[in-house]
């Protein structure tokens, strides 16, 4: 048992009364349930109270006081523990969150994600002091910015000097009434509507950023993802071509797997004339595209691989390689993209040889 630790039993997970002394708690959506027994009223009273908010010690004191014995507190929440139905949140989570009753409110329903395995708090307050800058108010970025707000991330910027068009719009992203306004402002707005507190400003120059995101179509031709290699920052293509959703290659500069110009590289080396082409696209405003499946599918798929990252998960899939994604049926394919040996990146010198890049699909 441990100050820090404070057990939360998702509001929405069901408890349900079998009989009179018998309750079971999860256990209808095909994950694991717990059945509860003896359970009378003190016991469902003290089941419905984890709420997060109190340590397990203040837990297991006010039930003790309204006469459940402590050894079956200590057995109830063993038990869903070990149901994956209880997760710990860390104190520094609880003191991360935004103040007032509905910021506590939104917090409760992304909480549980956040803090996936018992005794693994703390990753609430470590998205809460991440900072993430996306490149392009595109289909993908604006609704992707919006999601990542919504699922904690404490600061995040969208850049982007364009005017708002009318195939901008899209559910999670820019309104059809935003046609005009500048793109930064209309993402802004949809951000503040997914997670009204969400720190929007942009950063100082010399301001460390956890992830920069890139939705432009062909961001790997842009001086900028260079300038991004020098500074050390991670980033992270997300984006449509075509009917196409791209996630990937996510980059971490000094780590495994190569970078975008490893990417390119790649391509040249299939087809001499791809740098003349690749600075083509690159140069232009491409058009919005993509349906609303498809981006919001790739919007989806990006914000898994960022929380991914900021989470400290190991080797999120993107990283050496993307996930693309065509409709009709929208299954994930992964293709990789190795460390190139030309490329000045170095990363094919840190690497294990290995297969060049899959092939088309």
Do not use: K, N, Y
């Not at 980033?235 to 390119?264: D, F, K, S």
């Amino acid at each position: 048992m441990t100050e820090s630790l404070h057990p939360l039993l998702p509001a929405a997970t069901p408890v349900l009364r079998l009989d009179d002394d018998l309750l079971q708690v999860g256990g209808v959506d095909g994950r694991a349930g717990l059945r509860v027994q003896p359970a009378g009223a003190d016991v469902a009273a003290l089941i419905r109270r984890l709420d997060g908010q109190r340590p397990e010690r203040a837990v297991r004191a006010g039930a003790v006081a309204d006469g459940v014995p402590a050894a079956v507190v200590d057995d109830l929440l063993a038990g869903l523990r070990s149901a994956g139905l209880v997760h710990d949140l860390a104190a520094a989570d609880l003191l991360a969150a935004d103040p007032g009753p509905a910021a506590r409110a939104r917090a409760a329903v992304e909480l549980p994600a956040a803090v996936p395995a018992p005794g693994t708090g703390g990753r609430w307050r470590a998205r809460r002091q991440s900072a993430v800058v996306v490149e392009g108010a595109t289909r993908v970025g604006t609704p992707l910015a919006a999601v990542l707000a919504a699922s904690g991330v404490g600061r995040v910027h969208v850049r982007d000097r364009g005017p708002t068009r009318a195939g901008d719009a899209v559910v999670g992203g820019a309104a059809a009434g935003d046609e005009g306004r500048p793109r930064a402002l209309a993402a802004a707005d949809a951000v503040r509507r997914a997670s009204p507190l969400t720190d929007l400003r942009p950063l100082a120059p010399e301001a460390a950023v956890d992830l920069v995101v890139l939705c432009r179509p062909w961001a790997a031709a842009d001086p900028l993802t260079a300038a991004l290699h020098r500074a050390g920052t991670p980033h992270l293509v997300a984006t449509v071509r075509g009917e196409t959703g791209i996630v990937g290659p996510l980059v971490v500069p000094g780590a495994a797997g190569g970078c975008l110009r490893c990417a390119e590289a790649w391509r040249r080396d299939d087809d001499p004339a791809w740098p003349r082409l690749a600075a083509q696209l690159a140069a232009a405003d491409a058009a919005p595209t993509g349906s609303t499946l498809t981006a919001l599918f790739t919007a989806l798929t990006a914000a898994v691989q960022v929380l991914a990252h900021l989470d400290g998960d190991d080797d999120p899939v993107t990283v050496g390689g993307a996930l693309e994604m065509r409709p009709p049926e929208f299954l994930p394919r992964l293709r990789r993209w190795p460390a190139h040996p030309d490329c000045a990146c170095g990363a094919a010198r840190r690497s294990t040889p290995g297969p060049g890049p899959d092939a088309d699909r």
